[in-house]
């Protein structure tokens, strides 16, 4: 099976920083896309920043210039670092990877992390 772990939430004042670890673990023959998505209370889950299958980045337009995605392959390990946060970034921030595993190399499967809440406030 394959677990995705996510850490590195809490609480933070406005204008602060937090970084999230997002670890896959199990089964994993290869990763195919790893990102971040996050679900703030009374909206839908948005993507917040990922790494595509072509190895590409994509962020919201609300997070550009703030949150930095990156990744350490040995760890399968992929990291959200986000800087000048907002009441706006309060959300539930979950890990999403799209996984082959070794027992289904012709599948690619999606996985979820757990959450991790984060907080701005004062």
């Known amino acids: 099976q394959v677990e995705l772990v996510e850490s590195g939430g809490g609480l933070v004042q406005p204008g602060g920083s937090l970084r999230l670890s997002c670890a896959a673990s199990g089964s994993i023959f290869s990763i195919n896309a790893m990102g971040w998505y996050r679900q703030a209370p009374g909206k839908e889950r948005e993507l917040v920043a990922g790494?595509?299958?072509?190895?590409?980045?994509n962020y919201a337009d609300s997070v550009k210039g703030r949150f930095t995605i990156s990744r350490d392959n040995a760890k399968s390990t992929v990291y959200l670092q986000m800087n000048s946060l907002n009441s706006e970034d309060t959300a539930v921030y979950y890990c999403n990877a799209h996984i082959i595993r070794f027992s289904s190399k012709s599948r690619i499967d999606e996985y979820w992390g757990q959450g991790t809440q984060v907080t701005v406030s004062s």
């Open positions: 790494f595509t299958s072509g190895d590409s980045t």
